[in-house]
């Protein structure tokens, strides 16, 4: 008898490690994809529509949705920007911990008016970020992102990366989240990042 409960604690005390570990990875789990420790998306250095250059620092305490498109697009930026409105919509009270911005990759055609009415349309807090051709090169490879312009007769479309990116309340990269995912994995992600202490 006492052999067997010595047996019982021995084994206990052997898997409490793995148990307390898969909670561990249970409670961390994102609907996205973990970019914890990622070596990139460090810096962002853009004008607003009002000329003053911004950075992901001066949020710091909020988390930051990221994602660069243009204003032309036909489908994927006006339905990443209405999802992120409904995610801030979705979040009540704690809306007002998420920052958005857009990041054009379309400079030449993507003004300053253009893109602040643009933003506003879907919500007035949402925050577009543009640079010139160099600024906007160097941004989007800071982030891994890929565009490209494709001629459709006498104008052009771009093509490129349609992730979102989510930054912590400490300003680091965190999660980038797909085009598929719905608002529900957009507000569970950003949820378990306003739980996670500054």
């Known amino acids: 008898m006492t052999i067997s409960i010595w047996l019982r604690a021995c084994v206990l005390v052997l898997l409490l490690p793995a148990v307390l570990a898969g909670c561990d990875r249970q409670e961390a789990a994102f609907r996205g994809m973990d970019l914890t420790g990622a070596d990139w998306g460090r810096e962002l250095r853009l004008k607003d529509p009002d000329g003053r250059t911004r950075t992901l620092q001066e949020f710091r305490g909020s988390v930051v949705m990221v994602f660069f498109g243009f204003t032309q697009c036909p489908d994927i930026c006006p339905t990443a ?46 925050l577009a970020l543009r640079g010139d051709d160099e600024e906007t090169r160097r941004a989007a490879a800071e982030f891994k992102v890929s565009y490209e312009k494709v001629q459709t007769g006498a104008s052009y479309t771009i093509n490129h990366t349609a992730l979102t990116y989510l930054f912590d309340g400490q300003g680091r990269l965190r999660l980038a989240l797909r085009h598929s995912q719905d608002v529900d994995d957009y507000v569970a992600d950003v949820r378990a990042l306003l739980k996670r202490p500054s």
Do not use: N
């Open 81 to 126: 920007l209405a999802r992120a409105a409904a995610v801030r919509k979705r979040l009540g009270a704690d809306g007002e911990k998420l920052q958005v911005i857009f990041v054009t990759v379309d400079p030449d055609r993507d003004t300053p008016a253009l893109l602040r009415e643009y933003t506003a349309a879907f919500d007035p807090t949402f």
